[in-house]
C-alpha cells in the first residue's frame, strides 16, 4: 500500500483490519509483521524558508532532495543522519519521515543535538485513522503535550508521520580534523573527553581502535578553526602522536556516522548506548570482531559473530540495540532492549492511548 496523500493513508490505516507495517524508503532494516504501508507517495517540499532556517517536507520527501535543496542555500541537515544502506545492505532511498521516527542522528550530535531536537512540528495519523498535528514552524511554539518529541524515535508505533516541520542551519565555512594515534581504548577515551570538556567547541570525537586514531573534529569560521584546531592540537599532544588535516574530513566523518568499517564484513552488528567511561571496561566484555567508538565514547558500535547475545554481556548500565543480523536472530534477540518496569508501562499505556488496536508496527512492541 502506497498512500498519494494524507488523507490517502489516513483512509487506509482507518479501514486496516489487519497489522501494518510502516515504512518509508526501507532502508533501515526494522522487522515487523503486517501487510507493507510505504509513505514514500506522500513526499514534496511545503515549504522553506531559507533566511528563517526552517522547512516543512511530507514524510515520503527524500533526503537526499532535501540535502540538494539545502545545498543550494548553503545550508543543511546540521545533526548529519546517518545511511544505513551501507551497513545493512538494504536499497531504496531514506525519507525525511524515517529519519525522525528513527530519530537518526550522527557523529555531530554531540554538538548540536539529536534529529528530534531540530524538529519544530509534525503531522500523523494515528492508529485510529486521525490525523493530528502538533508544534509549529518556529522554535517557540508552545502547544501543550509535545508530540513532536514524542513521534521522534517511536519508529512508527504511536502513528504514521505525514508531515515534519524543522530547523535547519548554515553550513560551516571551514572543518578540521585532529588525528591522536592512541592504542589504548583508556587514553582514547580520555583524549576524547579533554577535547569535548575544552572550550573548542569540538563537532566529532570518535575512536577507531583498529587504525588506533581517536578523531576529533572542529568546524565554523575559517580563522576560528585554524585557532582551534591548533590549540587542540597541543592540548592532546600527551596522548599520543597527534596529526592536523584542515579542510578536509567529509569522506572519514561520513565513513563514521555510516560506521563503514563493517560494510561488507560478516557478522551481526549492535549498537550500545553507555556512559564513555563505562565503555573502557565493557569493551573487553563484548568479546566483538570489531569495534568503533563515537560520541566521546558513549556511542559503541560492535561487530560480533552471528548469534552472539551482547545484552547478555553489559557489564555496565546501557542500552543495546541489534541493528544488523538474521531474521532468526531478530525473532530470539529483539531488535530493542526491554525498558524497566515503569518505563514499559507508559510506553504501553502511549501505544494504547494513540493505537489503541495494535497495529502499527506490532512487530516493534518491546
Given at each position: ?121 509534525v503531522r500523523f495519523v494515528d492508529g485510529r485513522g486521525a490525523v493530528l498535528s502538533n508544534g509549529g514552524r518556529v522554535m517557540k511554539n508552545v502547544t501543550g503535550y509535545d508530540l513532536v518529541k514524542l513521534m521522534a524515535g517511536s519508529h512508527g508505533t504511536l502513528g504514521v508521520l505525514s508531515e515534519v516541520s524543522l530547523k535547519v542551519l548554515p553550513c560551516s565555512e571551514a572543518c578540521a580534523t585532529v588525528t591522536v594515534h592512541v592504542a589504548d581504548l583508556g587514553l582514547a577515551v580520555a583524549a576524547m573527553s579533554t577535547a569535548l570538556g575544552s572550550p573548542y567547541d569540538v563537532t566529532g570525537a570518535a575512536y577507531d581502535p583498529a587504525l588506533a586514531a ?153
Open positions: 500500500m502506497t498512500p498519494q496523500s494524507e488523507a490517502e493513508l489516513a483512509e487506509i490505516i482507518a479501514g486496516a483490519t489487519a497489522p501494518l507495517a510502516v515504512s518509508g524508503g526501507g532502508t533501515r532494516g526494522l522487522s515487523m509483521g503486517g501487510e507493507t504501508l510505504s509513505v514514500a507517495g506522500v513526499n514534496g517540499v511545503t515549504l522553506y524558508e531559507p533566511g528563517a532556517l526552517t522547512l516543512v517536507v511530507q514524510a515520503g520527501t527524500s533526503v537526499e532532495e532535501v540535502q540538494a535543496l539545502l545545498a543550494g542555500e548553503n545550508q543543511r541537515l546540521a545533526f548529519e543522519p546517518m545511511d544505513h544502506r551501507g551497513l545493512l545492505g538494504t536499497t531504496g532511498t531514506p525519507t525525511m519521515g524515517g529519519v525522525f521516527a528513527a530519530n537518526v542522528s550522527g557523529p555531530r550530535r554531540i554538538q548540536c543535538g539529536a534529529a528530534r531536537d531540530f524538529l519544530l512540528g581517536v578523531h576529533i573534529r572542529v568546524e565554523g569560521f575559517e580563522a576560528s578553526v585554524t585557532y582551534r584546531a591548533e590549540a587542540l592540537k597541543e592540548a592532546l599532544g600527551r596522548f599520543g602522536e597527534v596529526s592536523l588535516a584542515p579542510g578536509a574530513g567529509d569522506a572519514l566523518w561520513k565513513g563514521i556516522r555510516d560506521v563503514a568499517a563493517f560494510h561488507d564484513r560478516p557478522g551481526d552488528v549492535w549498537r550500545i548506548s553507555v556512559k564513555p567511561s563505562d565503555a573502557i571496561a565493557l569493551a573487553p566484555a563484548l568479546q566483538a570482531e570489531g569495534l568503533l567508538f563515537d560520541w566521546g565514547g558513549g556511542l559503541i558500535w560492535a561487530l560480533v559473530p552471528a548469534g552472539s547475545d551482547l545484552r547478555s554481556r553489559l557489564t555496565v548500565p546501557g542500552h543495546a540495540t541489534l541493528v544488523r543480523a538474521s531474521t532468526q536472530t531478530r525473532a530470539e534477540l529483539g531488535q530493542f532492549q526491554s525498558q524497566p518496569g515503569p518505563l514499559a508501562a507508559i510506553s504501553e499505556g502511549l501505544r494504547r492511548q494513540f493505537d489503541p488496536r495494535g497495529i502499527l508496527n506490532p512487530g516493534l512492541m518491546g
